[in-house]
């Protein structure tokens, strides 16, 4: 790929604006799980502009602005109208009011008597294209810049003082609405900010990425940046850093890609879309605290540390009953896996080499069986569970007991000595001890 130009980086530049504008409202509608909102706005203004147009019969000017803030709100209202108070359900009134506004739009648009007046490509408003911001002709206040970089960047300015403006109140009305109400901050007129706000920025950047496209734009990076946290405000500036790297690698994936495949170039703004998807589905693999990788990491860390302490319970039991001690099994878990949880035991000093439980392995071991039959004792006595199955819930609660919870326990049970079956409760090794639980692997 050769060195960028000036039309590149103007490229670049009017999708990072646009990304970065559109991630204050996408991430205030994710967090009212409303993320297809910004979707249902971004068709339903379709309307509002081609009566804009037919009316003024320009591109300029504040009437395509009023024309989308108008059919936004009204789609906003009418699905509101229909959930509340015809019982629709929420994605249902959804679902009919955008589709038929978009609908009524693109008839608007595409009919022989507005048509032809209305000097509008159907492929730019669904599509978007950005490739062609650097070719507008420069205005005379801000001369060598494209008119939509400085639009661009009053709407992110527009986002921007307004989320520091109402940042606690959007705060509050996200994760409680009821509190934000008792405190006199109106969800509801908090909402209706919200998608007037999300209907200017959806109109701003129909130029860039289009009707259909703007939804990557209002949700992916902020999607991508949820992965990697649950608080707000980074959330806000990973959204940010998502949206700036989508505009760049998106730009330079459709002058590359398609090159390197003996193909032309492809559409900037559907290659920015793309590359969103793809640092979604990276985020979503390998974020650090709600990524797949990491998730499928902490199952299999937590079922061999279960594997560990079920083996060196099935140990003490057969030293209660003097029976030779042999490599353990444990029905439910991989052969491999079991491999492994006897080799981590015997490398932390719990096993010998030939699987006979060292002095912290019985000591484990009985650590394991007081809080298993600590547990069967109180579920007899507090439950109708009969004795012919108290061993399963005991052995699931066994796993998340910690030391302070089994001794509330054996307070409330009296300090019994033997559970429900008659079999004695471990204490002997423990008293005068510090209690010995296995740390982590």
């Known amino acids: 790929m050769s060195a960028w130009t000036s039309t590149d980086l103007w490229i670049v530049l009017a999708g990072a604006l646009a990304g970065l504008a559109c991630v204050i409202?996408?991430?205030?509608?994710?967090?009212?799980?409303?993320?297809?909102m910004g979707d249902a706005i971004s068709h339903a203004v379709l309307p509002g502009i081609a009566i804009a147009f037919v009316i003024s019969q320009s591109r300029g000017g504040p009437a395509?602005?009023?024309?989308?803030?108008?059919?936004?709100?009204?789609?906003?209202?009418?699905t509101q109208l229909l959930h509340s108070r015809a019982d629709v359900e929420e994605g249902a009134s959804m679902g009919v009011v955008f589709t038929l506004m978009f609908a009524a739009g693109l008839l608007i648009?595409?009919?022989?008597?507005?048509?032809?007046?209305?000097?509008?490509?159907?492929?730019?408003?669904?599509?978007?294209?950005?490739?062609?911001?650097?070719?507008?002709?420069?205005?005379?206040?801000?001369?060598?810049?494209?008119?939509?970089?400085?639009r661009l960047g009053v709407v992110l300015l527009l986002n921007v003082s307004l989320l520091i403006l109402l940042y606690k109140e959007w705060k509050l009305s996200a994760f409680d609405p009821a509190l934000s109400d008792a405190l006199g901050f109106s969800t509801q007129k908090l909402h209706l900010l919200l998608m007037i706000l999300t209907a200017v920025t959806a109109v701003y950047c129909f130029e860039i990425v289009g009707s259909i496209l703007v939804i990557a734009m209002?949700?992916?990076?902020?999607?991508?940046?949820?992965?990697?946290?649950?608080?707000?405000?980074?959330?806000?500036?990973l959204g940010a850093g998502f949206s700036i790297a989508a505009a760049v690698l998106g730009h330079a994936a459709?002058?590359?890609?398609?090159?390197?495949?003996?193909?032309?170039?492809?559409?900037?703004?559907?290659?920015?879309?793309?590359?969103?998807?793809?640092?979604?589905?990276?985020?979503?693999?390998?974020?650090?605290?709600?990524?797949l990788l990491r998730k499928a990491l902490h199952r299999r860390h937590l079922a061999l540390r279960t594997l560990e302490e079920d083996l060196l319970g099935s140990l003490y039991r057969q030293?209660?009953?003097?029976?030779?001690?042999?490599?353990?099994?444990?029905?439910?878990?991989?052969?491999?896996?079991?491999?492994?949880?006897?080799?981590s035991l015997v490398r932390?000093?719990?096993?010998?080499?030939?699987?006979?439980?060292?002095?912290?392995?019985?000591?484990?071991?009985?650590?394991?069986?007081?809080?298993?039959?600590l547990w069967e004792e109180w579920l007899h006595e507090n439950t109708a569970t009969t004795l012919d199955h108290l061993h399963m819930p005991a052995e699931a609660l066994e796993h998340v007991t910690d030391p302070a919870l089994r001794e509330r326990l054996a307070e409330d049970l009296g300090q019994p000595k033997e559970d429900p079956t008659g079999r004695r409760?471990?204490?002997?090794?423990?008293e005068g001890r510090e209690t010995v639980s296995l740390p982590p692997p």
């Not at 409202?25 to 409303?34: A, E, N, V, Y």
């Not at 490509?121 to 494209?146: K, R, S």
């Not at 409760?425 to 423990?430: S, V």
Request: glycine residues 10%; aromatic residues 6%.
């Open 64 to 78: 395509l602005l009023i024309g989308a803030i108008l059919a936004g709100v009204l789609s906003a209202a009418l």
């Open 25 to 36: 409202p996408g991430t205030f509608l994710l967090l009212r799980r409303m993320s297809m």
């Open 254 to 291: 459709a002058l590359s890609i398609p090159q390197a495949l003996g193909f032309a170039d492809t559409s900037s703004a559907g290659a920015m879309a793309a590359v969103g998807g793809v640092l979604f589905f990276l985020s979503a693999f390998l974020a650090p605290r709600h990524g």
């Open 218 to 237: 209002l949700i992916v990076p902020v999607a991508c940046a949820r992965m990697f946290t649950d608080r707000l405000l980074p959330t806000l500036l």
């Open 348 to 373: 932390r000093g719990y096993l010998t080499g030939d699987h006979a439980l060292t002095h912290n392995g019985f000591r484990a071991g009985a650590e394991l069986l007081r809080r298993h039959r």
């Open 425 to 430: 409760i471990p204490r002997q090794e423990l």
């Open 319 to 343: 030293a209660e009953l003097d029976s030779p001690a042999g490599a353990p099994t444990a029905p439910g878990f991989s052969g491999g896996l079991q491999r492994q949880a006897l080799r």
């Open 109 to 150: 648009l595409d009919s022989p008597l507005v048509g032809k007046h209305v000097d509008l490509d159907l492929d730019c408003v669904l599509f978007g294209a950005v490739e062609l911001v650097p070719l507008e002709a420069p205005t005379a206040w801000l001369p060598g810049v494209p008119p939509p970089i400085p």
